[in-house]
């Protein structure tokens, strides 16, 4: 971050999760204890900056499947520092009058997205914390219509929950508050296939040790169950990099990018 100065209620020492993604998206908006465990993890692990690529564009291949299908509301939590192909940017290229409302618990993303969003139309940003998911849920009904299909976005969010915090019944809580032909997609990261978990244990214990949030894995079918009471979209729950490629590209092996993603409509 220029001149490594903190805002006032960011402690630069402490790495958060949205600073180390950033670092691993090879954005400015981190400090050099990020940039720390970011080539920790990358000995450990050396796809690291891949799977947040490939998350990365999973998330812009998503918004624009629900702008197509119709979605003119979003609810990103997690949303992250703001980056290319942000959220807002996707959805407003096919209809300029899509709302977006970001949600994030870390200060730093909340200070940057004000700031870059300053002046741009149908765009709210809002600090909230995922585990107090109804206080997101109201603020967001300030600016979205509920009455109205909304696609809620958990792109790399749910895997810093780990059971005891109870991440299926947040995300129940969202469900139970959205209508009909409303959207969820989510992505959640995964042990790699081609690792063992002992070898993938090392590395979620690196980033737990050291980050502000600790990181919880899960395999396909306890992702699976997040998207109860929602009908998948093709093609179900896969790896992001499978989740409707680009045609004409090639999706970077699994091995690479190990992180399930998922989009489900609500009947
Ligand atoms: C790995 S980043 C993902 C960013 C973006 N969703 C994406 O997929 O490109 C995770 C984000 O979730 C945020 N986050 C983590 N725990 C959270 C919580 N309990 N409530 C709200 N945001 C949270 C972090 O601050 C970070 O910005």
């Avoid at 989510?186 to 990181?215: I, M």
């Amino acid at each position: 971050m220029t001149g490594e100065t903190a805002p006032r209620g960011v402690d630069p020492t402490v790495p958060s999760s949205a600073r180390i993604y950033d670092a691993l998206l090879g954005g400015k908006d981190n400090y050099e204890s990020d940039r720390e465990v970011v080539r920790l993890l990358t000995e450990l692990y050396p796809f690291a900056q891949a799977t947040a690529v490939a998350n990365r564009a999973w998330l812009g291949r998503a918004v624009s499947y629900l702008a197509d299908h119709g979605i003119r509301q979003f609810l990103d939590i997690g949303a992250g520092l703001p980056t290319q192909e942000n959220v807002h940017q996707v959805a407003q290229a096919v209809d300029p009058g899509c709302r977006v409302v970001y949600v994030d618990n870390d200060p730093i993303v909340l200070s940057h997205g004000r700031a870059l969003l300053t002046g741009t139309d149908n765009v709210r940003v809002f600090e909230g914390d995922l585990a107090r998911v109804e206080e997101i849920l109201a603020e967001a009904r300030t600016f979205l219509d509920f009455e109205r299909p909304v696609g809620v976005l958990l792109s790399a969010i749910l895997h810093f929950f780990d059971d005891a915090a109870d991440p299926y019944r947040i995300v129940a809580t969202i469900r139970d508050a959205l209508p009909p032909g409303s959207y969820l997609a989510l992505t959640h990261g995964t042990v790699a296939p081609d690792k063992a978990d002992e070898d993938s244990k090392e590395f979620t214990d690196a980033y737990s040790q050291r980050s502000s949030s600790g990181l919880h894995l899960r395999d396909k079918a306890q992702v699976a169950r997040f998207l109860d009471g929602f009908e998948p979209v093709d093609p179900g729950v896969v790896y992001a990099v499978h989740w409707r490629p680009v045609p004409g590209t090639e999706p970077r092996p699994v091995e690479q990018a190990p992180v399930w993603a998922a989009v489900g409509r609500l009947p």
